[in-house]
């Protein structure tokens, strides 16, 4: 079993930036699609952003979309979350996961990941 944890999760301002990175125990790192998600107490897990196994396509949330961008350095076996412009809305514990099957392209729908790290929280102040 893969093991994720996250860093980067932090106290911001509004319209401040931060980048979350997860690394990823093992050697199969490369061949797995990856993902970031983020959830509020009371409230349901939600996709936030997604990466092809070979980093080549990428899916985001429409939240989130032109603000944050996921990155990945498979040599690193690190995966990434670029966050600008945030805003007290994305405040949230974030998230990473790795998608149940190998090889494929960048899925957002949360049921298709079966590991996932202990998470890091983003608080975005207003």
């Known amino acids: 079993q893969v093991q994720l944890v996250e860093s980067g999760g932090g106290l911001v301002q509004t319209g401040g930036s931060l980048r979350l990175s997860c690394v990823a125990s093992?050697?199969?790192?490369?061949?797995?699609?990856m993902g970031w998600f983020r959830q509020t107490p009371g409230k349901e897990r939600d996709d936030v952003a997604a990466?092809?196994?070979?980093?080549?396509?990428?899916r985001y949330s429409d939240s989130v979309k032109g603000r944050f961008t996921i990155s990945r350095d498979n040599g690193k076996n690190t995966l990434y979350l670029q966050m600008n412009s945030l805003k007290p809305e994305d405040t949230a514990v974030y998230y990473c996961?790795?998608?149940?099957?190998?090889?494929?392209?960048?899925?957002?729908?949360?049921?298709?990941?079966?590991?996932w790290g202990q998470g890091t929280q983003v608080t975005v102040s207003s």
């Open positions: 990466i092809s196994w070979s980093g080549g396509s990428t």
């Open positions: 996961a790795r998608k149940n099957m190998a090889f494929g392209e960048a899925i957002t729908n949360a049921y298709e990941y079966d590991s």
């Open positions: 093992g050697r199969t790192f490369s061949r797995y699609p």
